[in-house]
């Protein structure tokens, strides 16, 4: 148990006042038993260990669904001064621009769901998933150069999907900033044959069914209904992405000690932003942001062929379009109110999903009217949700909610209580066709080694960092 002081202000949030070297408390959305279970290891330290770095305003925030993580706890977010604050790598995370797609069709399940099995094996065999995995679609070094500044939007040109699918992905597909130079061969070698992969952990492609629609007109909006196929992806830079943190973290720590910053935990290694070793980061973590929006929109149109193979008729027939896509593990400047004053801060979201509401203007502009989608993942044998952004967010969180279920039970722990073949059994007997790597990597994304996707989100909903609108239930997964 942490010995840290926690003080409940309300029945959904948590703080750790200000002691020793912390310059904001740490704040943590959460009811009695998910503050129980984070309280069982040291996510709440970390959120503490955060709160003492330079120019963090308002507080150290966690989400319900957090976990201990490396540096910063998943589900962490930070925001940060751009005079005198910081950016930080372990505020990122290993797989930046981790983050979820959203596809939904035209097609109802109950007319279609003997094609199900069918769907879910074409998926694996178009998507390569698992630790290493490569794909068919390669890119030389001045491709990869146009995947680093452009993301999404270039490979779109070069006909891995439709023009329409740039105006439902977070930033238009694409992050300012990034300097292909600063990119090292490794990371590139790491990269070049990894567009439209899946990679492994708790990634996933999975067929979907909408079981619940809280918010019908939020839905119709959305193009969601009760009873509708979609797709959900999630999945982020794979080998590059964590190549970069890798660099970096190395770098930072270096970084810190010349800036005089005094860490309590060496994996909180930052440097302040506008230094030199700041902005570099900041250009080659944008570099794999874009290539991590460019492997999801590559996948997207892996998908749509999967489905033509399948269903017999073009995807644009079917409907297949992105409701949206949203990344998880970023850092990226915005604008939020602090003390009563708008200012310009680096929000680190790391196992945190943006949550604009209605009427902000970077939420695309057929959802300006409604707000932002908000994609969470479950996992096997559990619920995924869509939500929608919340004014809440924006007072209480710098526009932030959950990412996930967040994991009870390490990868190892998982393995050890859980046999990966009786697993799948016990899944396909739910009706979910499953596809995996191997039993020993489906056993780490058992639905017991993660907190109650339902309870996580009912905490964002009651405290107003995202609102419900459906509920969608596993019919098939294609994991790493």
Not at 109 to 124: T, Y
Not at 135 to 140: S, Y
Not at 188 to 200: M, N, S, Y
Request: net charge neutral; proline share 5%; aromatic share 6%.
């Amino acid at each position: 148990m942490s010995d840290l002081e926690l003080v409940q202000i309300n029945p959904l949030l948590w703080e750790i006042p200000r002691t020793g070297d912390m310059r904001v408390p740490g704040r943590i959305f959460a009811d009695r038993a998910l503050i129980g279970q984070a309280s069982e290891e040291h996510a709440l330290q970390q959120v503490a260990n955060v709160a003492c770095l330079p120019g963090i305003v308002m507080a150290s925030l966690a989400m319900p669904d957090i976990h201990w993580g490396y540096g910063f706890a998943i589900g962490g977010v930070a925001a940060f001064r751009l005079e005198d604050g910081v950016i930080s790598p372990g505020g990122v995370g290993y797989d930046i621009a981790c983050g979820v797609r959203l596809l939904r069709s035209n097609l109802i399940f109950e007319e279609v769901k003997e094609s199900v099995p069918g769907l879910v094996h074409e998926l694996s065999r178009m998507i390569p998933a698992g630790v290493g995995r490569r794909g068919q679609i390669r890119f030389g070094q001045k491709e990869m150069d146009a995947v680093f500044t452009r993301g999404a939007p270039w490979v779109i040109e070069q006909g891995y999907g439709w023009p329409e699918d740039v105006d439902v992905i977070e930033d238009g597909g694409f992050l300012p900033g990034g300097d292909p130079s600063l990119v090292s061969h490794r990371a590139r070698e790491r990269g070049f044959a990894q567009p439209g992969t899946l990679g492994a952990g708790n990634h996933f492609a999975e067929v979907q069914l909408v079981e619940e629609v809280f918010d019908p007109q939020v839905a119709a909006a959305y193009g969601v209904f009760k009873g509708q196929l979609c797709v959900m992806l999630h999945s982020g830079s794979r080998g590059l992405g964590h190549q970069v943190c890798t660099e970096y973290v190395k770098l930072m720590g270096a970084a810190a000690v010349r800036a005089g910053i005094s860490l309590p935990d060496r994996q909180l290694a930052c440097a302040p932003i506008d230094s030199p070793e700041g902005r570099e980061y900041y250009a080659a973590m944008a570099c794999a942001v874009n290539f991590a929006r460019m492997n999801r929109q590559v996948m997207t149109h892996l998908i749509r062929q999967s489905f033509e193979y399948i269903f017999k008729l073009p995807a644009e027939r079917l409907g297949l379009a992105t409701v949206y896509d949203v990344s998880h593990n970023v850092a990226k400047f915005e604008e939020h109110e602090v003390g009563g004053e708008t200012i310009r801060v680096c929000v680190h979201r790391k196992g945190a999903t943006r949550s604009f509401p209605a009427g902000h203007e970077d939420v695309p502009a057929h959802y300006r009217d409604v707000g932002q989608p908000v994609i969470i993942p479950g996992d096997m044998g559990t619920a995924s949700y869509l939500l929608k952004g919340a004014e809440g967010a924006m007072r209480e969180s710098f526009g932030s909610t959950c990412h996930g279920a967040g994991r009870v039970m390490g990868r190892r722990a998982a393995r050890r209580a859980i046999q990966g073949h009786e697993l799948k059994k016990r899944l396909e007997a739910q009706g979910i066709t499953v596809r995996a790597g191997s039993n020993r990597e489906l056993a780490e994304e058992a639905p017991e080694a993660y907190k109650d996707i339902d309870q996580v989100v009912s905490v964002c909903h009651r405290a107003g960092l995202s609102s419900k609108v459906a509920r969608l239930r596993p019919l098939g997964v294609v994991k790493g």
